[in-house]
């Protein structure tokens, strides 16, 4: 069952814009997190929010949790060519050991 | 240098095959896990250990068989039972529970 779920699939922004990526989820949460997997590679862990945080920053990186709405969004400011990957927000569940993944969002910068 | 390897990179499976992916770490992180992501997909939990000679079924174990006789070391056997192997595999290991995962590079599973 997936918990995670970002939003859009895909984005393609060019170089030195913004890029938002949402994901929703559907239980209570401890913590969500954040990684970027380049194609064919591992996942990088990119940060972790607490349920009772609201904003985390971490260079050019900006989440927020809404866990009123169940929702986090990640923001990359000043996007690069190298910021190209698949971004997954990743939930913890009965046991904390446990996370879920979203199907991701793939982000295309254009140079 | 501290990390999480995998071997081999890629691999091949003839029917009806056993065959064992390598994980090892050298972080000290207790606990240890094994992924599946199938294209344009998520990662699904195939097993997890939380401490050396314990480990727990995730949500997709059928066909799949782990050991954690050592700290370092997760092996991940694809057995015969699981029909359909073609994914790619990757194991992450963590200091304990709710924190972050750090993962290997991963193993590409192919059946021939």
């Known amino acids: 069952s997936q918990q995670g779920e970002e939003d859009p699939q895909a984005l393609s922004i060019q170089e030195g814009e913004n890029a938002t990526m949402n994901c929703s989820y559907k239980t209570s949460i401890n913590n969500l997190q954040w990684y970027r997997q380049n194609s064919g590679r591992g996942l990088v862990h990119l940060i972790l929010i607490r349920s009772n945080e609201r904003e985390k920053h971490s260079g050019r990186l900006r989440v927020t949790l809404d866990t009123s709405k169940k929702s986090s969004s990640l923001l990359i400011t000043a996007s690069r060519a190298a910021d190209t990957a698949s971004y997954f927000c990743a939930t913890d569940r009965d046991s904390s050991y446990k996370l879920i993944f979203g199907s991701g969002t793939r982000l295309l910068v254009r140079p | 240098d501290g990390g999480i390897t995998q071997s081999p990179k890629y691999l091949f499976r003839k029917e009806g095959q056993n065959v064992t992916l390598s994980c090892e770490q050298n972080?000290?992180?207790?606990?240890m896990y094994w992924y599946r992501q199938d294209p344009g997909q998520g990662l699904r939990l195939i097993y997890y250990s939380q401490i050396v000679n314990d480990f727990q079924k995730g949500d997709i174990a059928e066909g799949y068989s782990v050991s954690r006789e050592k700290k370092e070391s997760f092996p991940l056997t694809v057995t015969s039972a699981q029909k359909n192997p073609t994914a790619f595999y990757l194991c992450a290991s963590s200091m304990g529970s709710a924190g972050a995962q750090y993962f290997g590079p991963g193993t590409r599973l192919l059946v021939l």
């Open positions: 972080l000290n992180h207790d606990a």
